[in-house]
């Protein structure tokens, strides 16, 4: 007859499913993380967009989205720069204050350049932005990337967004 509980054999057989599953979690979580990351610095750089055409119509001046892997800033351009000015500029704009600035997670890659935006919130500068193809139609968007998670925010020239 037995004693009743575990033998060592048993325990250790029981705590090395238990490792190899936390492993498995953690490779998951480690996934997860990446992808919330991703997205969530896409939804930040699309609301910056929008805030700017809001503000570019209820201000009436020109706003500038600066944007880059190592963030986004946007704001009112310095009071000099006219619309054509801005979007002909060969170097972003300087803003007269940044109205805001979000840094982007380690490791996002995203292409360097900038967006200017007009009263009543007319969004330029959109041919400098990668064409996406939505069912069938071209629209211009902005790569966030981390590893191989990829989001993609497309643009409108009303400033509307949206993160795919």
């Given at each position: 007859m037995r004693d009743a509980g575990l033998t060592l054999l048993e325990l250790l057989l029981v705590l090395a499913i238990l490792g190899i599953l936390l492993a498995l979690?953690?490779?998951?979580?480690?996934?997860s993380a990446r992808a919330l990351a991703v997205t969530g610095f896409a939804h930040e750089l699309a609301l910056a967009i929008q805030q700017s055409a809001t503000r570019a119509n209820t201000n009436n001046q020109v706003y500038a989205v600066r944007y880059a892997s190592t963030g986004v800033t946007w704001g009112p351009v310095a009071s000099s720069m006219t619309l054509s000015g801005c979007e002909t500029a060969s170097t972003a704009p300087a803003l007269a204050s940044a109205t805001g600035t979000v840094a982007a997670p380690t490791g996002i890659t995203t292409p360097a350049g900038w967006l200017c935006i007009s009263a009543p919130g007319l969004v330029t500068r959109l041919d400098q932005l990668t064409p996406c193809n939505e069912n069938g139609v071209s629209i211009p968007c902005l790569a966030?990337?981390?590893?191989?998670?990829?989001?993609?925010?497309?643009?409108?020239?009303?400033?509307?967004?949206?993160?795919?």
């Open positions: 979690a953690g490779l998951n979580f480690g996934g966030v990337r981390r590893g191989t998670t990829a989001r993609r925010v497309l643009v409108s020239g009303n400033g509307q967004t949206e993160v795919r």
